[in-house]
Every structure is written in structure tokens, then in C-alpha cells.
């Protein structure tokens, strides 16, 4: 039996576009249905979607990809089954800050490594696609390593760099770290306001000028009160005068957001990441990086339970001790004793243990 054609839920943005699966789509029809939303169905030409009007069910038309939309093989994204890979080579990424436009970076600017859209990373693409249609705030959320601050860098990259404001802190910030980041990302000018009444109506302003997408990465290191005053900035936005706003971080993140039903109501997307399962691995490895295309399974299967588990973070941790490994000792390929060398570099050998267990 063939499976269905892939769809999805979409918003036409102001401009008549409908971004689906990493491209933007466009027709005749499309610019007299701003805002509406719509369900998309791939259709059997990957240059075009079968739009129809959610509501009714009716067909509203055919829209084809949009001309500034970079050409991606047919083979890029699912028509019928699901999981699919997109591989492109990823170039080098010399200013962090800026998560559009480039590529996203791989852990230990890995060399040869290839995107690899997984279905979360597709599913990311669509979320945060549908936030900055609503202009609402979502949340992206899950353990360390499994890629979810790489996904946003991935479906940003057609945005507009000077819309997207990036908040990232390693340590836990204040209100006022964050008044300041702002300040900063949206070169204002001046000296920033003394006073924190003053210096919100100075943001709120700024950030009603242009339809911006607030970032807020390792959102696991904000306190309440941090969510809270990204929240008030948001809030005090009409339309399409709100900030767009993206929450990705740990599982804190989401704890504080969950347990606050001021800010869990406003949360449009929620969207957990997990580890790839055993099945997604033996798909997804091989695609990811050239010395593994051609490994069996067996020896994928192996490394995954040892110290892969499922993250990309990790995979490509070993990976970068395989390549090294197989360079010092001449190897054109991978075999079990040199991904054991790799795997004990990459993980400790056993628990590290409590002062009261010694």
C-alpha cells in the first residue's frame, strides 16, 4: 500500500511565501491569501506543493518553489518515506553570533561533516517556521548534545541576519543581563538608560520596529524572572510588531516554563529532543560523515551503545578520534580496534565516584 504524501500546517507569510521542509513556495493565489492558514501535501514534483485552504478542505492551488529558494535534490527531502536525509557540506562559520545565513557549525568544526535532516531537525525547520508566521514564543528543549541549538542555526539560515537577536549566556543572568544583550544586539545608540522602567520602553520601542526573531539559547540558565521580563517584552507587542520569540535550552528550560502557567500558556510550539533510536543511527551515521558509509552495521551498532547514545554530539566526538586515529596509523577504513581506541578517548572508562562511596 503507498503511503500517503507528506503534510503539514502552514501560515502564507506577508509576502505570499510558504516555507515548507527548508524552502519557500509561491504562486498567483498566494499573495491574496496572506495569513491564511493552509495545509500543504508534497506533490509527486518536489518543485511544487498542492495547497489547500484548512478551514474548508478546499484546493486553493499549486504553488511552486519561490526563485530565490537554492535548488535542493529531489532526493533531499521525504516524499513518502519518513526520515529522510539532506546532506550538504557545511562551510566554516568564523562569527558564532550570527546563525543565519552560514551554514551551522559542527562540534570540533568536525572536516567532511554532512547536515543530516533527521526528523527532528525537519520538524524544528516547521516549528520555528510557524513561530516567526505567528509571531509567538516556542519552546525547543531536551539533554545536552542532541542538536537542538544546531537545528534553529539550520532553519535560520533564510532569515534575515540583522532579524535575528541571539541571547546566549553560560552563566545565569539577570534581567538586566539581558536588557544589556539587547542594547548590544540591536546597536542602539547612546549610553543604555540608568533606569530599568526607562530602559524597557527603550526595548520595547526598538524591538516593535522590525518583525525581529529573539533567540534565547541555554535558556536553561534563565531564572524566572528572566522569562518573566522576556515575556513582559513580548506581551507589550501588537501583531506583527511582536518579537518572534525561540526558548531552546535543557530540561530546566522547560521545567520553569511548564510550572508557570503565565508562561506555559503563552508557549505556541513545544518540542522535546531525544536521542536517536537504534534504527534512526543506522540510517542517519552513514550520512553523516564519509568514514562511515561504508561501516557495517554491526560496528555502528557497537559504537552507538558505547558511547554514541544516540547524539550527534558524541558521534561526532569518535568520529574526530577516528579520523585522527586512522592518519597516525595509515588506515584507509574503520575496524573494531581502532573504534575501541576511539571510544575510550571519547568517554571515561567508568563512574566517576562520590567521596562517600570511597
Known sequence: ???????????????????????????????????KRITVEAAPDTEQINVHDTATGRHLGTAHVSASTPAIPPAAYP????????????????????????DPVFYLDLPDARIVATEALLEAGENIADTIDARAMSCIYGDAGLGKTFSVHAALKEVAPDLVLLLQFRARPTPRDIR?????????EGK????????????????????????CDEAQQFSRECFEFVRHLYDTGKGKSRPAV????????YKTLY?????????????????MEPAEVAKNIPLFHP???????????FIDQEAGGGTFRMWSKVTHHVLEGMKRRGLSEVDETLARWAI???RPARPVRRDDER
Open 1 to 35: 500500500m503507498t503511503p500517503p504524501p507528506p503534510r503539514a500546517l502552514r501560515t502564507i507569510t506577508p509576502h505570499g511565501l510558504i516555507h515548507w521542509q527548508g524552502r519557500s513556495y509561491s504562486a498567483a493565489f498566494t499573495l491574496a491569501h496572506t495569513g
Open 79 to 102: 516524499t513518502s518515506t519518513p526520515g529522510a536525509a539532506i546532506m550538504t557540506t557545511p562551510t566554516p562559520d568564523t562569527a558564532p553570533a550570527d546563525i543565519s545565513g552560514a
Open 180 to 188: 544589556m544583550e539587547l542594547f548590544d544586539v540591536l546597536h542602539l
Open 192 to 215: 543604555p538608560p540608568a533606569h530599568p522602567s526607562e530602559f524597557d520602553r527603550l526595548l520595547k520601542r526598538s524591538l516593535a520596529r522590525r518583525p525581529y526573531i529573539l533567540v
Open 246 to 253: 525561540l526558548f531552546v535550552g535543557g530540561e530546566e528550560c
Open 259 to 275: 510550572n508557570e502557567p503565565a508562561l506555559a500558556s503563552r508557549i505556541y510550539i513545544w518540542q522535546e529532543f531525544t536521542p
Open 291 to 301: 568514514v562511515w558509509a561504508n561501516a557495517s552495521p554491526e560496528l555502528i551498532d
Open 344 to 346: 575510550r578517548r571519547s
